[in-house]
């Protein structure tokens, strides 16, 4: 035999050898028997509905799929089962009466949080509602989110609003971009609940003035495709060296507060002494990995969605002058001094109806957080696999045209009078989800976002650059874990008499 008969049958068995993974798949989705998945959209061998989630905007992709396929439906990602509910009644059975069985978290491969030693440190990414994920829920619940830490927190809140208000005051006449500026504002805001000391200042600059930029990364990072995501058996190989790129920008946040863990671990002579979150996180003893990982989760939570809602919230009033001029007219006659404080908020029901408006017509997490069927289980008639990723479609509930009057129209007064509230019962509007994984934040969102738009629309004019008409505005979206304007707001503030 020659050699190059010797080459040709050694290239013919590494070929055999690589359609082995792909014979498999291919044997596996055609033998695949048993109770009925939701309908969905016909999937391609191998790469199933891979091509049908193409492009910028996969929750518009599944809310046309939706139209076609049912309110619950199921497609195929790679080797990966996709289960999607887009109406109020699906969403009720994936967030309520099925709740326990598809209340898991499905974790992209590229997040830390996909490894053991990590996961059971996450709130927001543990795999499963274990014991060690309701110690953290009741932690922040008791140290953060309760009515009385709330309060106690109401000066820390305002201050840092009025600061914002200084910082933009100082630049009339000069162009700003907004989400900047209230990003700074409530970041500060968590580093003085968690560290007793800001980590920016309005200009970018200080410990913390990358944050913006890395935990927009972090967030991108776990919201990019990835094929060890569709097929898990390349999950060892970080193809796309996602997983790495994760790991490397989390040092980086990790690095902004790491040696204020380390000098207040050395300070800490009086245990009883408690100033902030880190040291209620020391008192229980907890490790430089767990405070890490609890303080990540919770500053992009925090920063990223609330930030979000109020840039769109700001570029519709501009767009919707009868609004704007409707909220003004109420924070007016509800405000005696030119500073707005919290105690106000309660007397401002326009205002309200307005935050609650954004969170519809630009729900801040288009679906919500991945669930995972922690078990097989039936739903409206259809089987769920176990491990199937879950997706709840706020977006496609959020502008169904069945459930709500002129969906595309921003309209705060569909809010006035009608009952529906941040608490996940009505599942035609759950802007922070719903069941046990329901966003723990609400509280204080429910009072930060309002009081940071109250202060911007009560005490500015705002103008966009170069005297552009507000009805050119672009408001196209970028998809991520939270829905961003494409391009940022850049507004010209002029301070009001």
Known sequence: ??????????????????????????????????????????????????????????????????????????????????????????????????????????????????????????????????????????????????????????????????????????????????????????????????????????????????????????????????????????SGLDIQGLRKKSVQNNKKIYAIWEDIIKERRKQRSDPSVRRDFLDALLEIEFSDDQINQLILELVTAGTATSTSAIEWLIAELLRNQEVMRKLRDELANNISKDVVRESHLPQLPYLQACVKEIMRLHPPAPFLFPHRAVETCQVMGYTIPKDSQVLVNMWAISLDPTIWDDPLSFKPERFLNSGLDYKGNDFKFIPFGAGRRICQGIPLAARQIPLIIASLVHLFDWVLTNNMDPAELDMNEKFSAALQMEHPLHLVPKARK
Not at 76 to 93: C, D, F, K, M
Not at 136 to 162: H, I, N, Y
């Open 1 to 234: 035999m020659d050699l190059k008969a010797i080459a040709l049958e050694i290239n013919l068995l590494h070929a055999s050898l690589l359609l082995i993974p792909l014979l498999f798949l291919i044997f596996k989705h055609i033998s695949l028997k048993g109770p009925p998945l939701p309908p969905g959209p016909y999937p391609l061998p191998i790469i199933g509905n891979i091509l049908q989630m193409a492009g910028k905007k996969p929750y518009v992709a599944l809310t046309n799929l939706a139209e076609v396929h049912g309110p619950l439906m199921s497609l195929r990602l790679g080797t990966q089962i996709l289960i999607v509910g887009s109406s109020p009644a699906a969403a009720t059975e994936i967030l309520k009466t099925h709740d326990r069985a598809l209340s898991g978290r499905y974790v992209a491969h590229a997040h830390p949080a996909k490894s053991p030693k990590f996961n059971r440190l996450s709130l927001g990414f543990a795999s499963e509602c274990n014991d060690q994920w309701k110690y953290l829920r009741a932690l922040c619940r008791t140290e953060l989110f309760s009515p009385k830490v709330l309060q106690s927190q109401v000066e820390l809140r305002e201050k840092k609003v009025m600061e914002m208000v200084g910082f933009l005051g100082g630049k009339e006449g000069e162009v700003v971009v907004i989400e900047e500026v209230v990003f700074a504002a409530i970041f500060n805001t968590m580093s003085n609940t968690f560290f007793s000391m800001d980590f920016m200042d309005f200009e970018g600059k200080g410990r913390g003035g990358k944050m913006k930029e890395l935990t927009r990364k972090f967030v991108d990072l776990f919201s990019t495709p990835n094929l060890s995501d569709f097929y898990p058996i390349l």
